[in-house]
């Protein structure tokens, strides 16, 4: 974690009511009109709020990750100690065993650094098709990204439409929420978080694709570093018309 918090003030405090207010409202109307819905975890800081405030309020959601096989070994441990903190097995979905196999084939084991396409590749294989599977038979699906986070995410709406998913109602209820009010509520309700938030990893995906970042830089700097910051984007949150 790399952020300043005084978590005794009033304004402080008073903002991250209203917006816990506000997400668990929101929670309550996905989990009432958009049954069965579902929420995809990535583990990260924002996620863990989420999870925290599901797991409290709206059990009836079901809450999913996508394991890789290339998760550093601190998001496995995360996956532990939320089944420890919480009582919760998460539901766990993994690529296609004969995809990864026909993608390093023909590509190599760590052909993402060559090109964004190969990235891309990857990642449609590692991460997007067992999302869709994940979502499938679903009415909405939840997730935790905010606006600020990156230039790709900016004016991130709290819903929409996800055309790449065959139309299914996107809610991120932490659209607006700023990093210190996260951190704010990891650290008063005693939430579980990946130990690499520690060590200046805001955010964490891949082990081989995601490094620490120096302080300055973008939160999403350490994700594809090697790549355009407009490309850093790994296809399961693209608009398609």
Partial sequence: MNVQLKLDDPALLDALAARVDAASALLH?????????AFASSLGAEDMVLTDLIVREVPKIEIFSLDTGRLPVETYDLIAE??????????????????VEAYTHANGINAFYESVE???GCCLVRKVEPLQRALAGRKAWITG???QQAPTRDGLPIRS??????GLEKFNPLADWSEREVWAYLKLNEVPYNALHDRFYPSIGCAPCTRAVTPGEDVRA???WWENPESRECGLHIKRM
Avoid: Q
């Fill in 29 to 37: 109307e996905i989990a009432d009109n958009f049954s069965p819905a």
């Fill in 82 to 99: 939320v089944r420890k903190h919480y009582g919760l097995a998460l539901r766990l979905y993994y690529p296609r065993h004969d995809l």
């Fill in 118 to 120: 190969l990235r891309k």
């Fill in 145 to 147: 990204m905010r606006a």
């Fill in 161 to 166: 439409v996800d055309t790449a998913n065959g």
């Fill in 222 to 224: 350490g994700r594809w």
